[in-house]
């Protein structure tokens, strides 16, 4: 199975900062890589996939970038409601593997 | 818009059995892939099973494999997961999970909570 893994696992940030995670995976992946969103008690919520394309209704502040095996979420200018954890997933082969996750705190 | 319900979620005891289902509206659910994700209790998420749109594969994690069997009924626009020789580490929110080949998971169920103990 390919292992996928994000750094950092957590940390602390304010309002309005640029926010970097990233994820890295065990082998190639091409761009088969989607990001996701959940806050305590939510579902999931996707906001890119394909590495890169930003999901129908997901704020511009988002992006997503990398190929292969190294890729980035970056949130421009974090707002009050970004405050959450955040998985990435390769969708590339079974069994789809996710990230284990980076909680974006306040600080 | 699209909808996906779970339900039959529960407290069992260890080496009984369970079945899920995941309720889909507002797509052609018998043109896509579903998923069955879980999620222990403070943990991260874990992909367990999906079948394709026809029923015609079916993949599994190693740690259900043997153990859980999905299923769908296009018929009913549904979604099973029939989890069977339970064990105290299934216990977790199960998602159910709509997949697209090139976008993954784009739509999720709001979960079902299956609780293992004695």
């Known amino acids: 199975a390919i292992r996928m893994t994000q750094s950092p696992s957590s940390f602390s940030a304010s309002t309005g900062d640029r926010v970097t995670i990233t994820c890295r995976a065990s082998q190639g992946l091409s761009s088969y890589l989607a990001w996701y969103q959940q806050k305590p008690g939510k579902a999931p919520k996707l906001l890119i996939y394909a590495a890169s394309t930003l999901q129908s209704g997901v704020p511009s502040r988002f992006s997503g970038s990398g190929s292969g095996t190294d890729f980035t979420l970056t949130i421009s200018c974090l707002q009050s409601e970004d405050f959450a954890t955040y998985y990435c997933?390769?969708?590339?082969?079974?069994?789809?593997?996710f990230g284990q996750g980076t909680k974006v705190e306040i600080k | 818009q699209v909808q996906l319900v779970e339900s039959g979620g529960g407290v069992v005891q260890p080496g009984r059995s369970l079945r899920l289902s995941c309720a889909a509206s507002?797509?052609?659910?018998?043109?896509?892939?579903m998923h069955w994700v879980r999620q222990a209790p403070g943990k991260g998420l874990e992909w367990v099973a999906v079948?394709?749109?026809?029923?015609?594969?079916?993949y599994y994690a190693d740690s259900v494999k043997g153990r859980f069997t999905i299923s769908r009924d296009n018929s009913k626009n549904t979604l099973y997961l029939q989890m069977n020789s339970l064990r105290v580490e299934d216990t977790a929110v199960y998602y159910c999970?709509?997949?697209?080949?090139?976008?993954?998971?784009?739509?999720w169920g709001q979960g079902t909570l299956v609780t293992v103990s004695s």
């Open positions: 997933q390769q969708y590339y082969t079974y069994p789809r593997t």
């Open positions: 079948i394709w749109y026809d029923g015609t594969n079916k």
């Open positions: 507002g797509f052609t659910f018998s043109s896509y892939g």
């Open positions: 999970a709509k997949d697209t080949a090139a976008t993954a998971f784009d739509y």
